[in-house]
């Protein structure tokens, strides 16, 4: 008898269950355990979309030099470079300008490449091919000064606001030497994708990702052209 009151003396204290001590430490510790691996979590999450759009400025930055690159070293000669020379590491001399806006000719085309701001903050690279020409002025210098956009006007980036991205501090710098055919040097820099807001894991390495280059002109220039 006195072996079944105990028995069941020992049952009643294993059906007992948690005490609410115990309960409250249980969910105190796995909501810890949750937060730890939330946060582990959203930094993965951000890194991986930083790295993202880091390759994508990359990608975008690498296009538009090589767009540069060839259509400026196919042309027959710089026709001007200038515009805006009011920029950081702009320095004109008498055998280097630089500024916003470069001029190329090529056969009988005159087509403008220019380093623009656009509504919302966006930069970007315009393109005006076949620009018309004042027959009526002697040289084309005035080209690089010509604010009027053209009706045949395009954008070397992704402008839209969502998924694009923005490009800054763009300045072209030609070097003249005589005898010698010209050298453009081209530097600007891209920013995070416009949409993305300005979040930490949506931005890029501060300033931006930097992009530079120097591409000589295929064909030997003809004469000189001065600013």
């Keep these: 008898r006195e ?9 009643k204290m294993n059906n007992k269950g948690f005490t609410l001590l115990e309960t409250v430490i249980s969910i105190s510790i796995i909501g810890v355990l949750g937060l730890i691996f939330a946060n582990t979590l959203t930094q993965s999450l951000r890194s991986q979309n930083k790295a993202t759009l880091i390759a994508q ?74 620009l018309a020409i004042d027959t009526a002025i002697a040289d084309q210098l005035y080209l690089c000064t010509d604010t009027t956009p053209s009706t045949g006007i395009s954008y070397l980036t992704n402008i839209n606001q969502l998924n694009g991205i923005s490009v800054a501090n763009g300045v072209f710098t030609r070097q003249v030497s005589p005898g010698f055919n010209d050298l453009v040097s081209i530097s600007f820099v891209v920013n995070s994708v416009v949409g993305a807001g300005q979040t930490v894991e949506n931005s890029l390495i501060p300033g931006g990702v930097p992009f530079s280059t120097t591409v000589g002109v295929r064909w030997k220039k003809p004469k000189m052209d001065k600013l």
């Design 3 to 11: 072996q079944i009151c105990s028995w069941r003396e020992n049952d």
């Design 57 to 130: 400025a990359k990608q975008n930055g690498n296009l538009i030099l090589n767009a540069l690159e060839k259509d400026i070293h196919a042309a027959d000669r710089i026709v001007c470079v200038g515009n805006n020379s009011n920029l950081v590491g702009c320095t004109n001399n008498a055998t280097q300008s630089c500024g916003d806006t470069i001029v190329i000719k090529k056969g009988p085309l005159y087509s403008r490449y220019r380093f623009v701001a656009l509504a919302g903050g966006v930069g970007s690279i315009s393109l005006e091919d076949s």
